[in-house]
């Protein structure tokens, strides 16, 4: 196993120290456990769930880490995540914000959600939450939040999620675009205002706020 993890590891450098650490604490293999460990140490996105329109990914592990060093985290900071998944950047997330932070992760598909809280129970991670709804409308209860972490692309800027961030709060937010890459960009939130820091291209599923195809499909 750590074979797999030092090589994925050198793939993905430089990382900050607090990322590292972070990688080595919740190894990644533990959040998909139908994949073997050396199919959960390649550099590749895996399929979490797929039903009608649904679909789940655990996102390539370089870039799920590159992306956590661009949000610039740090201890004590409440984090918003839309589409926990397998619940690996929650917890991530949960550990470098450390056990005065908080992280919110929001999952439309209950099955997922499911399983998500389940695997972080078994960490025993009690500074996150995963809630199952339309990661869209944010957390008003938990808000405001010191970062935004998109794990699912759209082409909608979410409105409701950044007025839920804090002035000088940073955001990832994955912009879907038609007939062109994604584009992964770095946001921060200025006098209220969105200002694009950095923009990659990149490749995500989409959000899904539709639940009448959830219903109709008998997997509510």
């Not at 959960?40 to 679909?55: I, R, T």
């Amino acid at each position: 196993m750590e074979h797999y993890q030092d090589l994925l590891l050198k793939k993905s450098l430089p990382l900050s120290e607090q990322v590292v650490e972070a990688y080595y604490r919740y190894p990644r293999h533990l959040f998909v456990p139908e994949y073997s460990v050396q199919e959960a140490y390649e550099d590749a996105p895996l399929l979490l769930y797929k039903k009608g329109d649904y679909v789940s990914t655990i996102s390539q592990p370089s870039f799920v880490m590159r992306i956590l060093d661009m949000l610039q985290l740090a201890p004590g900071m409440k984090v918003f995540e839309l589409g926990a998944g397998s619940g690996w950047n929650t917890a991530l997330l949960a550990h470098i914000v450390g056990e005065q932070g908080r992280v919110i992760s929001s999952e439309i598909i209950p099955e997922v959600a499911d399983r998500a809280r389940g695997i972080l129970d078994q960490m025993r991670i009690t500074n996150a939450k995963v809630f199952t709804g339309d990661g869209f409308e944010g957390y008003e209860a938990e808000a405001p939040y010191d970062r935004v972490i998109f794990t699912a692309g759209s082409s909608e800027m979410p409105e409701k999620i950044f007025a839920q961030l804090k002035d000088d709060g940073l955001m990832v937010f994955v912009r879907k675009q038609d007939k062109k890459n994604d584009m992964l960009e770095l946001i921060k939130k200025s006098n209220g205002q969105p200002h694009v820091l950095n923009s990659i291209p990149c490749s995500f599923v989409s959000v899904n706020r539709d639940a009448e195809s959830r219903l109709n499909d008998g997997t509510l």
